[in-house]
């Protein structure tokens, strides 16, 4: 899964559990569950990043950097970090990407993108406001 579809799910799953500790556990495993989906990803590892990052950004402006969807959206997305930090590689090992888990196939990576905007959409809109105010 793209890395901006991770910080969406841990972040749906976050605000849905609306606990701080569920959100962080539930996070790997929804990176795991979400490597599981046949998909494709982006060949620019900058894009990947760049959109994971505004993800989660957007979030913390949001909804604060403590709400539980922000925490999941971390959470959720933090496996990501070993492709690229080595120190997060023990005896050189990935702990999330080297067990097979990580399937590729049909589910394009623009798809991905376009849900992740949408679950994001929701998670960060305003209140609706409404066109007329009646007042008595």
């Known amino acids: 899964m793209i890395v901006a579809l991770h910080v969406a799910t841990g972040a749906a799953?976050?605000?849905?559990?609306?606990?701080?500790?569920?959100?962080?556990?539930?996070g790997p495993v929804l990176h795991v569950a979400g490597d599981r989906v046949p998909?494709?990803?982006?060949?620019?590892?900058?894009f990947e990043i760049g959109s994971g990052l505004a993800g989660i950004l957007l979030l913390a402006a949001r909804r604060g950097p403590l709400d539980p969807?922000?925490?999941?959206?971390?959470?959720?997305?933090?496996p990501d970090l070993e492709h690229i930090l080595p120190f997060l590689r023990p005896?050189?090992?990935?702990l999330f990407h080297d067990h097979g888990w990580h399937r590729s196939g049909r589910f394009p990576a623009s798809l991905q993108l376009l849900v992740a905007a949408a679950i994001l959409g929701a998670l960060?809109?305003?209140?609706?406001q409404p066109l007329f105010k009646i007042e008595r």
């Open 91 to 94: 005896r050189g090992r990935k």
């Open 124 to 128: 960060t809109r305003r209140p609706r």
């Open 39 to 46: 998909h494709r990803d982006f060949n620019s590892r900058r």
């Open 13 to 26: 799953a976050g605000a849905a559990s609306g606990s701080r500790l569920a959100a962080l556990l539930l």
């Open 69 to 78: 969807a922000t925490l999941g959206a971390v959470a959720s997305s933090a």
